[in-house]
T-cell receptor, first 111, second 114 residues
Framework: KQEVTQIPAALSVPEGENLVLNCSFTDSAIYNLQWFRQDPGKGLTSLLLIQSSQREQTSGRLNASLDKSSGRSTLYIAASQPGDSATYLCAGSSWGDKIIFGKGTRLHILP | DGGITQSPKYLFRKEGQNVTLSCEQNLNHDAMYWYRQDPGQGLRLIYYSQIVNDFQKGDIAEGYSVSREKKESFPLTVTSAQKNPTAFYLC?????????????FGPGTRLTVT
């Protein structure tokens, strides 16, 4: 059964820094890995989806990578801004199985 | 605008009452999902449906019921049998025919039961 872990649970960095959020999963037969952003009291916004045949996806200042052999995915945020402050969740699924969410990393960008 | 709507945003009920949360999507997605989110627990799957008139239990289905009579709608009923119903409820949908299963979420309903 797929398990997804995100460490650390919370992170504070000064504005302008590049940063990396980590996500690890236990089943290397992962089908896809999705990164979400959640603002307080809101739903989840999909940021990037990486399918099993892909190594990375990019959208603007965001880049997500997937390494199935090591069971890791990273979300890279370039030139962080206060508006990037939110909780970031990753979620993975194995083929034919339901999606499993990590508990998220709460990111605070210091102005 | 295509998307997922959930109503109401906030819902208050007395203990012992059943309550139904609405979820509607106009994305023409096949699959729909209900999750519950509690502080420190992450998202937990309650029910999901991959096709009209069919649905499966998730990890925490006890005390909940659903129906899928239309492709666009997947209402969730929180029954009086649910021991700890106060939570943030999120509905999601995905297009399964492409095989990507990318999930899109609604804005959520915060249910408070006293």
């Amino acid at each position: 059964k797929q398990e997804v872990t995100q460490i650390p649970a919370a992170l504070s960095v000064p504005e302008g820094e590049n940063l990396v959020l980590n996500c690890s999963f236990t089943d290397s037969a992962i089908y896809n890995l999705q990164w979400f952003r959640q603002d307080p009291g809101k739903g989840l916004t999909s940021l990037l989806l990486i399918q099993s045949s892909q190594r990375e996806q990019t959208s603007g200042r965001l880049n997500a990578s997937l390494d199935k052999s090591s069971g890791r995915s990273t979300l890279y945020i370039a030139a962080s801004q206060p508006g990037d402050s939110a909780t970031y969740l990753c979620a993975g699924s194995s083929w034919g199985d339901k999606i499993i969410f990590g508990k998220g990393t709460r990111l605070h960008i210091l102005p | 605008d295509g998307g997922i709507t959930q109503s109401p945003k906030y819902l208050f009920r007395k203990e012992g009452q059943n309550v139904t949360l609405s979820c509607e999507q106009n994305l023409n997605h096949d699959a729909m999902y209900w999750y519950r989110q509690d502080p420190g627990q992450g998202l937990r799957l309650i029910y999901y449906s991959q096709i009209v008139n069919d649905f499966q239990k998730g990890d925490i289905a006890e005390g909940y019921s659903v129906s899928r009579e239309k492709k666009e709608s997947f209402p969730l009923t929180v029954t009086s049998a649910q021991k700890n119903p106060t939570a943030f409820y999120l509905c999601a949908s995905s297009l399964t025919r492409t095989g990507t299963y990318e999930q899109y979420f609604g804005p959520g309903t915060r249910l408070t039961v006293t």
